[in-house]
């Protein structure tokens, strides 16, 4: 299997999916910028030229209505924003219109767009610029919302976004771009409300989303060296949450832990926890936990910002907590943090 | 000759289709305080001019995209008579199957796209569809209609550009009838005519007399053809007035923000009557009793009509 | 203490704050429309002129901004939407401008200011008009966001939001607004972040947000005949959700359930049973559960939107379950459902 | 005699102004690579004259309200030097706590209120602080500064709708460089120019030479005479160029969107060389050294500076 860069196998889904189906196009600001979007749709503007990459101006609000009403007629746009901040300044379009409109209709009309956000986490970006917003997209009913963790999840989920007929918001980490794997040729699907067992394991389950999938094998790596056995579900898909493999995982170990990239209240984490508590609540034989981003903006400042972001090290100390009542389980644990190596400073 | 003829048969279409409209609408007004349309209506009289106009210019093909105030548009652009009133009475052979009501009508046969409660909102669906036109190599226009209000939205601005910059084929059509729910146009814009701020998005702009239905298909006409030809988007403010109130069947004058003798004078204006002086009366009966019939057999069959029975349309899938 | 009607206790807020405060000021579309937001601004235009009721121009996202700008500048504007649908149209001022600002620039400048959005359940208002949003509202740090439940609620928490130095989200339901009580005259505040225990009781601890707090009293009082001890606590502030409280009642009753008029998975409800979950695990006797909207749009038809809304049986049905295990404790209980009686058919 | 004194010293005080900001930016642009300073930035080399032209006519009152390309607005508003390179080096003594970052500067001591990453997002800030100044009877001015791709948000039209409505001592600067990011402008906007779309929102709207110091400083001080005598908004749209990178410290020509030939066209048209032809050079040697004192203060007192200790800023409240 060919390995490639997350973001090149973002470039994939697109290419195939164009090559394959003249429906599919690409639309957004500043996508015929030479940096093709960190890359992801490199050389794709030369290959399908400017009716199928298509440039808009400043305008998120009107792209995403131009968006959704090109796919109620036939078409399957993938509207592209380099920052995951832009959604809440469409989101009248997104709640209101693409995410109600087959139900306001009695299902009359196929609304297979795709509405995909960067985060942009790292490099002082500060408040605006560096939030998931994966929960606060999914918090409305009527979108399906899916946040890759890996290279593969970047391009399957991708392609089955693009093949789907409902709406689908895609987040990817910028955070995670240069990480590779491998990665499936062709027509590569995903399926949308399904997670993915990563790593079985018999003492606790541990869901994660999106980077925190990857600090979660970290920690579950780590913590299977003191003799704990950790099941690490990556989500993949955040709107619909798929509880059934959650709860089934949860019945085997009777335990959980949810390790996600946004704010505690309102978020996927909570979603999961109150699922298993009203669902599996007999399985459950300690409080459920959950690592989270604190409940505030994120900070500018590279002094403190590392200290907002938990890590594999967060994971492992809750894990812990939970099955032992105390945190003091493992030190040293390799840094995964990289926004800091410089990497991430542009374009804007 | 030839065109007298043609005059002939265009103004008797537009009255055929504004009397339509009128006459559906005053049914509804009639019936409604029997509660059995239980969703909020915003009727049409007095701009019927404006969508029969418009869609006298149209195909079958070109797609329309309507706000809450919609009644008129869909029937003008040959929506199921049967299927709007279902909708009304929250019926599952309704025209959204109960689950829209009067702000969602649809009829995807006609190029009648979906409707939207939000002001403005579906402008940029109008500029979508019409790219779409382009991108099937098709030579269809896209119509996007909305209230002098919806100019002052930031929709209005973004949709009017990305279309013009695009030469895309989207006719604007502002119904210009200097109210917002109860609020006069002065104290919502500065004075300065919708028509001249839309050419400053670089598209041709013209203002007409929204309650003559022969100067709105002519202007539309000219639009059509330039945008057909690939010439790009018009905008088209038509000049009109809202008789009864802005939600309901009701007048709206005892509110006090304004008189009676302003909604007489511009019943002076009404485009049906305007029309009517070229209709001959056995034609003008025909079409009276022919609407009568159709508007009465729609009521009896909305009442008799079942329900919806689940509260998720079937089909539905994003849960 | 004065009795009187809900949305009059919201224009007795308004007009104690104004006479008090030269800075406080209102701003909104159709505000100075003769029918004044549902009778909630009777009088005031009059009384204060256009210059503290500002008519705005239908460009919600930019009153949005002025909004907020003017509260930085030493001014308490309270933005009203006559829908709490048009939030989404102002999001990025919300939750990237107003609830980042104070953050952002290290707690320089008091972002005073109230956003006000009004709930349209029934008459048929369709999938669009019909939201509540609340838990939309709170998915982002940096604002407050309150509920009221009646009309003491109305009063309090309104003339607490407008005195407030952060940003609030006031929500009011229209389904309330004929509701009477008492309520305190002149400046009388209701603390915001503080939940109110409506009602003790020791066998279970039933948390209600909105017009499901009215559902929740109806409930525990049928319940009552049946022997069953019901503490129904209104949240009253859904941003910041008053864990406290919550907690403290559960330890002393041991069950939860959490009544919201909201969908299930991203909102209030799963945010209080997660909390629970992890901070009081050990003093749940049984899984908690909550009674919500079902996780898609209200649908416009009258023949099916009541079976959308939860009411007290509902919640009746819920608390039983979690006591005994059935549902079948108590039938015949009065309908309160009020939207179809026809008294809300406009004005759009 | 007098006039031409007067001129001489709008004049210096213009030099004074573009020169810091160049300098300023220049030494950031030197040491960026080091990586100290972890936070994007954009920086306003070339583009010197407007704020200093627009700041020259304003009081430490009136207001200014920016965006991300802000370094040179701050300084010409009068701004602490030391606390924004603070900033930049994410210390605590920055202008914004070491939380902001480049993109969000602040010092309320001099009327520069906070920036925004979000294109266009700050507009209605300044119409509503104009409202303010309106509300509490003060005669200062709002101004609202913004790139030529902010204009195709649809919180431009809203702006300055309402601006022009209520005639608010609001002033909006246009900074056109033809470019957002690395996208010209007639890939975004029709060919229209950007003042007289902005005319038809019912306000004064002019265009200048953006790189003429002199030429932008009159233009605002007739807006903001008009301002303060209540005569409403002005839009001034000012033609200049972006010699650097949309974000870092270098030169793009190598992406392939615009050429060298293109860039030092534009150099020619430097609006620093420009005004120092008025410039005596001994005036031109002081102001060089006292630039380049202050600046070595800043950037050492930034190293030394301490970082932030808490993840929650001292008086935050929202949570
Ligand atoms: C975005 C948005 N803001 C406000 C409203 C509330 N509202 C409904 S209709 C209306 C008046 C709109 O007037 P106009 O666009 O001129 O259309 P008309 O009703 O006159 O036909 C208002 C303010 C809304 N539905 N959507
Ligand atoms: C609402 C929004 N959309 C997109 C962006 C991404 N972005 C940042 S700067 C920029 C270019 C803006 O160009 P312009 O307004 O002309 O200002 P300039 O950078 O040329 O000074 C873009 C597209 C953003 N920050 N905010
Ligand atoms: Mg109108
Ligand atoms: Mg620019």
Redesign the pocket.
Known sequence: MPVMKFTEAIRDAYAETMRAYPEVFLVG??IIDPKAVFGTLDGLHKEFGDERVVEGP?A?QMLTGFTFSAATLGLRPVLIH??VD?LP?TFDQIANHMGKWSYMFGAQQKVSCVVRGIVGRGWGNGPQHTQSLHGFSASIPGVKVVVPANAEDAKGLMVSAILDDEPVIYIDHRWLHSDAGEVPAGLFQIPIGKAHVMREGKDLTLVAVGPMVQESMVAAEKLAATGKSIEVINLRTVRPIDFDTIIASVEKTGHLVVADSDWPHFGVASAIINQVAQKAFGALKKAPSSVTWPNHPVPASYGIEPSYYPMAKQVIDAVSLVLSGETNGIHHVSKTEKSHSGTHSGP? | MGDRNKNQDLIRSLYASALRIRMVEDAIAKEYPKGEMKTPIHLYTGEEAIAAGVCAALTKEDVVYAYYRSHGWYLAKGGNLNRMIDELFGKATGCSKGYGGSMHLIDLDVGFQGTTALVAGAMPHAVGAAFTMKYKKQHHVAISAFGDAATEEGLFQESLMFASLRKLPAIFICENNGLATNTLIQYRQPDYPIYKRAAGFGLESVQVDGNDAVAVYEAMNEAVIRAREGGGPTFIECLTYRVLEHCGPNSDVSLGFRTQEEVDAWKKRDPIVRLEQHIDAETKAQLIEQNQREIQVAFEGARRAPFPTSLIPEGYQCL
Do not use: A, K, M
Request: charged share 20%; proline share 0%.
């Open positions: 600001v500043g400043l998120e380099h920052r832009f300044l804007f």
